[in-house]
């Protein structure tokens, strides 16, 4: 079962563009909402993470976008670099009684290209 | 703080042998998990512990694996009987606390043949 679904699987933007990742989630009891970025032969590393509390949230050039009633997050990566470039992950946990142990999405891959 | 630390990074074997990774977390991070990732997908949660205390393990893990945080430092997790379905990427985190960020390691290929 499939909780948290992502797309695109693949984007290809423009230097200075903006960059939009979008992601579902099935489970209610969620309650932590992380985006990691991935280049290859690398862990994931955390970019920004929302508390279902808050509908944005914003962090340099990346911005989360979250709608609760919809179920559905977002990441936005505003004027966006070559060294962007990597794979993204969405992912959802439950902090409270789930022990925060993380779902991801099947993950976008970002070209930036100049 | 030199990060999440795993080894080895590269591992191959041939299917039937038994494999052990190990995981060494930030110094004071009292959490420690294991992932598993295959080629094209995302993590998928195997197991975690708090401090020694294995918590909770995945469906994922079958009877041929097992993990282990002796002292609640570094973590050991154990594959017996290879079989060809378990190549895939294992990744490790810790965080200090349950409401703290996971912090990834690099992350131990295995390749079975």
């Known amino acids: 079962q499939q909780q948290v679904k992502q797309s695109p699987q693949s984007l290809i933007v423009q230097k200075g563009g903006i960059s939009i990742i979008n992601c579902a989630y099935e489970n209610t009891a969620f309650d932590y909402f992380p985006w990691y970025q991935q280049f290859p032969g690398k862990g994931p590393a955390l970019l920004i993470a929302i508390r279902p509390d808050v509908s944005e949230k914003k962090e340099g050039r990346f911005t989360i976008s979250f709608n609760k009633s919809a179920k559905q997050f977002s990441l936005h990566i505003m004027d966006s670099q070559p060294g962007d470039s990597a794979t993204y992950f969405c992912?959802?946990?439950?902090?409270?009684?789930?022990?925060?142990?993380?779902?991801f999405g099947t993950g976008t891959q970002l070209k930036v290209e100049l | 703080d030199t990060g999440v630390s795993q080894d080895p990074r590269h591992k191959i074997t041939k299917r039937g042998q038994n494999v052990t990774f190990r995981c060494d977390p930030i110094s004071e991070h009292n959490r420690l998990y294991w992932y598993r990732q295959t080629l094209g997908q995302g993590p998928e949660f195997l197991t975690y512990f708090q401090n020694e205390a294995q918590l909770e393990k995945s469906r994922l893990l079958s009877d041929r694996f097992s993990a282990e945080r002796p002292k609640g430092s570094f973590s050991t997790l154990e594959i017996q009987r290879t079989e060809q379905g378990d190549s895939a990427m294992y990744l490790c985190?810790?965080?200090?606390?349950?409401?703290?960020?996971?912090?990834f390691g690099p992350g131990t290929r295995l390749t079975v043949l």
């Open positions: 992912a959802a946990s439950m902090i409270t009684g789930g022990g925060n142990k993380l779902t």
């Open positions: 985190a810790s965080s200090k606390g349950l409401n703290n960020e996971q912090f």
